[in-house]
T-cell receptor
């Protein structure tokens, strides 16, 4: 069965410092993995996706994530946080043959000026 | 940029009433979805719809729920007799192909409050 664990419900960083949002997944197959971001009163926006190509995936707004099969992880990183990065971030998994997405519980990122 | 739009943004309804949530997916997409997020909980899959029929549904999607694509552009979620526990944010999404290989585009959500 597929599942996603986001280890931190809330992460707080200072502007200009690195961001690390952690995600571990459980899947019986080779999954597709996604990171979505939700700004207040906005819909869910795709940041990046992994679909069995390069293990280091670059997304929008300077974010990237690395798929590590041995660690069953897909952590999201950004070298330097910006105030506009403050939002809720969801790690999401989709299995082969599945036509639905399994969401993590989300991590709220706060950026301190 | 094309987007998924949902109406209304907020719906308040009395327990036992029927409610219809509306969505306009991206025009050339073929797969449509409803998800919900109860306050403080994770986003949960409800149903996927392809080729004018339900392709998958979760345990949450019981006989009280139905979906329809009445006119080739709108995609609706109906809850026949709302319960207090149906209060949640409901997200519509669409994708060009199945979500295994491509992203789903989400709307901004409809907040349903059952009183």
């Amino acid at each position: 069965a597929q599942s996603v664990t986001q280890l931190d419900s809330h992460v707080s960083v200072s502007e200009g410092t690195p961001v690390l949002l952690r995600c571990n997944y459980s899947s019986s197959y080779s999954p597709s993995l996604f990171w979505y971001v939700q700004h207040p009163n906005k819909g869910l926006q795709l940041l990046l996706k992994y679909t069995s190509a390069a293990t280091l995936v670059k997304g929008i707004n300077g974010f990237e994530a690395e798929f590590k099969k041995s660690e069953t992880s897909f952590h999201l990183t950004k070298p330097s946080a910006h105030m506009s990065d403050a939002a809720e971030y969801f790690c999401v998994v989709s299995d082969p043959g599945a036509n639905n997405l399994f969401f993590g519980t989300g991590t709220r990122l706060t950026v301190i000026p | 940029e094309p987007e998924v739009t949902q109406t209304p943004s907020h719906q308040v309804t009395q327990m036992g009433q029927e409610v219809i949530l509306r969505c306009v997916p991206i025009s050339n997409h073929l797969y449509f979805y409803w998800y919900r997020q109860i306050l403080g909980q994770k986003v949960e899959f409800l149903v996927s719809f392809y080729n004018n029929e339900i392709s998958e549904k979760s345990e949450i999607f019981d006989d009280q729920f139905s979906v329809e694509r009445p006119d080739g552009s709108n995609f609706t979620l109906k809850i026949r007799s709302t319960k207090l526990e149906d209060s949640a944010m409901y997200f519509c999404a669409s994708s060009a192909v199945g979500t295994r290989n491509t992203e789903a585009f989400f709307g901004q959500g409809t907040r349903l409050t059952v009183v």
